[in-house]
């Protein structure tokens, strides 16, 4: 059933407060597992374009459509029995490849979320951030970004082209700062991210897409539609990384005591 209106008139308005999301962030560097803190920083740094998009979305024709006919896309997602009855190589079977191998699941994201404590609304806005949130494992899966640490912040630098929220520019570039202190190796940091913020901004939108239908399109085929290219700048990084002897998946062993 779709909501009746976009925003329950008891919903907070939230006030723009970096500082404090700059202290959320660095309990994430303390504990990149952590990912409440996520959902914290995303109360601190509200953006109005975002909404603006995100009602524009729930009133068209397609986002009505989706809203009164897609089941919740965590069950969806984590069904994987069904996802692997879908032809081979197609997003499905990618999907669920990176979330074994991850140990992830939608529900432990979701479960993060509620974590941070946030009020629920049965409004289209809870829906729309639902549905960006239930999606940022696809994102992964369509770009070619790892979990890695510089893997997330360029998926995230994606995430923002795509949305313009600006948790994901925030956690992108605070992040590549981050990484570029800590990591004694040079590799092109910024530019891996400039580039995944670059695509993402002239990429078909994930998040719009319907879900169902696309898990089920060839990988590369849906790329292709989607215009999401390969990503160099952080395959690039990734070579200069190994190539100095850097572990681009585990930077703790290259940080001196």
């Known amino acids: 059933m779709v909501a009746s209106v976009f925003a329950d008139p008891r919903r907070e308005k939230l006030r723009f407060r970096p500082f404090k999301a700059l202290a959320h962030f660095r309990k ?16 601190c740094l509200p953006s109005r374009r975002f909404l603006r ?12 459509a989706l809203m009164a006919s897609e089941p919740y896309l965590p069950a969806i997602l984590d069904d994987h029995d069904a996802l692997l009855a879908l032809p081979a190589g197609s997003v499905a079977h990618a999907y669920v490849e990176f979330m074994r191998r991850e140990g ?21 806005l809870q829906w729309y951030g639902n549905r960006t949130r239930d999606t940022h494992d696809l994102v992964h899966v369509l770009t070619g970004y790892g979990r ?6 360029c998926a995230l ?11 994901a520019l925030f956690l992108a570039w605070a992040g590549a700062f981050e990484i570029n ?8 940091v910024f530019k891996a991210v400039g580039q995944a913020q670059r695509v993402g901004t002239v990429a078909a939108r994930i998040m719009v897409q319907d879900i169902r239908a696309l898990l089920a399109e060839p990988l590369e085929a849906a790329r292709a539609r989607l215009g999401i290219g390969q990503p160099a700048e952080y395959q690039r990084a990734h070579q200069v990384y190994r190539a100095g002897g850097v572990d681009p998946y585990n930077f703790l062993a290259a940080v001196p005591a």
């Open 157 to 167: 630098a994606f995430s923002f082209g795509q949305d313009h929220g600006w948790t």
């Open 148 to 153: 890695d640490a510089l893997g997330e912040q």
């Open 181 to 188: 202190r800590r990591v004694k190796v040079k590799a092109p």
């Open 53 to 64: 998009e995100a009602q524009d979305f729930c009133a068209s024709p397609k986002g009505r």
């Open 104 to 124: 992830l699941s939608a529900a432990g994201l979701v479960e993060e979320s509620e974590r941070a404590g946030r009020p629920v609304y049965d409004d289209q």
């Open 28 to 43: 994430l560097i303390a504990n990149k597992e952590d990912t409440e803190q996520v959902f914290h920083i995303s109360e």
